[in-house]
Structures are given as structure tokens and as C-alpha cells.
Nanobody
Framework: VQLQASGGGLVQAGNSLRLSCAAS????????MGWFRQAPGKEREFVAA????????YYADSVKGRFTISGDNAKHTVYLQMNSLKPEDTALYYC?????????????????WGQGTLVTVSS
């Protein structure tokens, strides 16, 4: 599975961005797709995930109510709509795919990663 993330940029606090992640290759093997982020000097952290089989979505507490993950199965694309952005949302955002069941936020289960797209939120 190859993943291509896009949509990052520089925005002012309070504004919105939409990230996209297009998957190619063995996309039928994907169980969950997720978004993660890594700020400078910090560990990579879970942001949101979608389970293809049920359409269920999951969010980190820090983004709940502001971010929305969605997916287009026919296009093998996942989106992350980010509203009410805050400076603390500044990070490199990665999309990832996993082919195994289990906890949606468990990073080691995600075997395929995109290259990352940078989101910078100014105050």
C-alpha cells in the first residue's frame, strides 16, 4: 500500500484545513486508516482513525469536536477536516494504514505510512 498525503499549509488560528490521503496498491487489505501527527521535539501521536468495515470513527480527545475524519472507499481516499485550528495543532501530519484488527490508536500496528504533510497554525 502506498499513501500520499496532501493539503497541509500555513493558516491562522481559528481557520480550517482539509487533509487528503490517497491510497494505492493493495488497498483492499486495509482495516483501519488513521491520521497521526508529530510536533517538533515530541513523539508521534494519534489524531483520528476510520474503520472501513463499519465506518466507525475515533478521535483523540485533543481534537474531538474540531476534526472530522471521513473516507471514500471507491477512491481509496481518507480526509481529515480540521476546523478551529489552534497553534498547538502545528505538526507534521501523517496518514497510515493497518491491515490487522486491534486498537485503532496503536502506532506499531500501522504498517504503511505516507510521507507527511506540514500544518502550521499561527496565533
Amino acid at each position: 500500500v502506498q499513501l500520499q498525503a496532501s493539503g497541509g499549509g500555513l493558516v491562522q488560528a481559528g481557520n480550517s484545513l482539509r487533509l487528503s490521503c490517497a491510497a494505492s496498491g493493495r488497498t483492499f487489505s486495509s482495516y483501519d486508516m488513521g491520521w497521526f501527527r508529530q510536533a517538533p521535539g515530541k513523539e508521534r501521536e494519534f489524531v483520528a482513525a476510520i474503520r472501513w468495515s463499519s465506518g466507525s470513527t475515533y478521535y483523540a480527545d485533543s481534537v474531538k469536536g474540531r476534526f472530522t475524519i471521513s473516507g471514500d472507499n471507491a477512491k481509496h481516499t481518507v480526509y481529515l477536516q480540521m476546523n478551529s485550528l489552534k497553534p498547538e495543532d502545528t505538526a507534521l501530519y501523517y496518514c497510515a494504514s493497518k491491515a490487522v484488527a486491534g486498537r485503532y490508536s496503536y502506532i506499531p500496528d500501522y504498517g504503511y505510512w505516507g510521507q507527511g504533510t506540514l500544518v502550521t497554525v499561527s496565533s
